[in-house]
């Protein structure tokens, strides 16, 4: 095995420089080349860019563990540090178990989620996007943010899941706070602060749980609360499962819908191409998962010394499987930085991770996709980005997302 390369133009305040946040893709290409394996200089953080290294470290599960064990944050000096993160029941669930405890709560959670809420959500999903696009488009300069992608993916999980008496309002923020902790560009004080927000959240949630437990409930909810009953699950596992479906699915959908619609806006003839052939709507929504990832990232940890692509990486090293980075490797993908509408593996991208923890709610973000980008270009004739209010991202380096984004558009005269 080889000592874990670094470059002396490749180093640690690389990484959060707010330059490189705001457009990763250059850095990222770097690293597929020069360095798919890095250990980050002065620190037990390693990425993991090129295509294949990172498929590699999917399917193995023994060296490389979705346990989280360490929270990431930016330290005085501007640099990414690790926050050693503590074991407790119920933790490690899903997400960030590994079998046989994954395998359990995969089989609890994924014939509900796919084989019947879904079809059901639907008809709910296209009543949502006629609204908040409606209402969007009664002025000329809609914050698509706001008013669409925040607005209804939250919505949706959380009848997904079955909550009742929500305030979307709590459960959007609470979604934004959990991916906030890992985005490694708060400070301590900052994920403290969430932390104390997130925990207000959980008690609300778990009364949700009790309720499904002693009454029954619809939806996942229902489902979880059945499991605990019969012992199949304990109620912190349930707990967890319900707060990380709320935040994957409210993150994942509201960061595709922004990333497509600020690319199509910086595109009009995309936009008219897909209004003309309204069946390109679907590779089109996987190559704006491909190019603009939702999630960057995906922490691993390794309990013990292993070797990825020659690349020694020691016992304790948190690892961040860099999706962003591998969905743009030039040796995986023609014209990679380019939106190529007839791939012949369109869904040949990890966007949504790979492996056994292929994200369950992929599906449903398609669905959501393909319903508010079908409607946004059924009811308008263009939309471009407003040049007096520019669009702002999330400064994460986990996820991929506008904080705002203004429009200029122009809906059609059929509907107003």
Not at 243 to 258: F, I, P, W
Not at 369 to 384: K, P
Request: net charge negative; hydrophobic share 45%.
């Amino acid at each position: 095995m080889t000592d874990v390369p670094t470059r002396e133009d490749l180093s640690a305040n690389l990484l959060l420089d707010p330059v490189v946040i705001d457009d990763p893709y250059p850095l990222y290409r770097r690293l597929v080349e020069d360095a798919p394996v890095w250990h980050v200089p002065g620190t037990d953080i390693v990425l993991v860019s090129s295509f294949d290294a990172v498929a590699e470290a999917t399917i193995r599960i023994d060296d490389f563990s979705s346990n989280i064990r360490g929270l990431l944050y930016r330290n005085d000096d501007g640099l990414p540090e690790v926050l050693p993160f503590g074991i407790g029941d119920g933790t490690d669930s899903l997400a960030t178990a590994d079998p046989p405890s994954h395998t359990a709560h995969r089989g609890t959670v994924f014939p509900e989620l796919v084989a019947r809420r879904m079809a059901a959500l639907r008809p709910d999903i296209e009543k949502l996007a006629d609204e908040h696009i409606g209402h969007a488009l009664r002025h000329s300069s809609p914050e698509f943010m706001h008013e669409v992608a925040n607005a209804i993916p939250i919505r949706v999980v959380s009848e997904l899941i079955g909550f009742r008496d929500e305030d979307p309002e709590q459960l959007l923020e609470a979604a934004f706070d959990s991916t906030a902790m890992l985005s490694a560009t708060s400070s301590l004080d900052e994920i403290t602060a969430r932390m104390e927000r997130s925990a207000t959240v959980m008690i609300w949630i778990a009364d949700q749980l009790q309720h499904a437990i002693d009454d029954g409930r619809d939806g996942l909810l229902g489902t979880i609360g059945a499991a605990v009953n019969n012992g199949d699950l304990d109620f912190n596992s349930g707990l967890v499962i319900m707060h990380t479906l709320l935040s994957a699915g409210g993150e994942s959908t509201t960061g595709l819908l922004g990333n497509a619609v600020h690319m199509l806006a910086r595109r009009p003839e995309l936009q008219d191409r897909l209004r003309a052939e309204p069946a390109l709507l679907t590779p089109f929504i996987e190559e704006a998962l491909r190019l603009e990832s939702p999630f960057r990232y995906h922490l691993r940890h390794t309990y013990r010394t292993t070797e990825l692509r020659g690349v020694t990486i020691p016992a304790g090293a948190t690892v961040l499987l860099m999706w962003g980075a591998a969905n743009r490797d030039p040796a995986a993908y023609d014209r990679a930085d380019d939106v190529v509408l007839d791939r012949t593996a369109p869904r040949h991208h990890l966007a949504f991770g790979r492996g056994i923890h292929l994200c369950v709610g992929a599906p449903l973000a398609r669905l959501e996709a393909e319903i508010v980008l079908g409607t946004l270009l059924e009811r308008t004739a263009q939309f471009a980005l407003d040049p007096e209010r520019p669009a702002v991202r999330v400064p994460s380096l986990m996820v991929r997302r506008f904080e705002t984004l203004p429009l200029v558009a122009t809906a059609c005269a059929a509907r107003g």
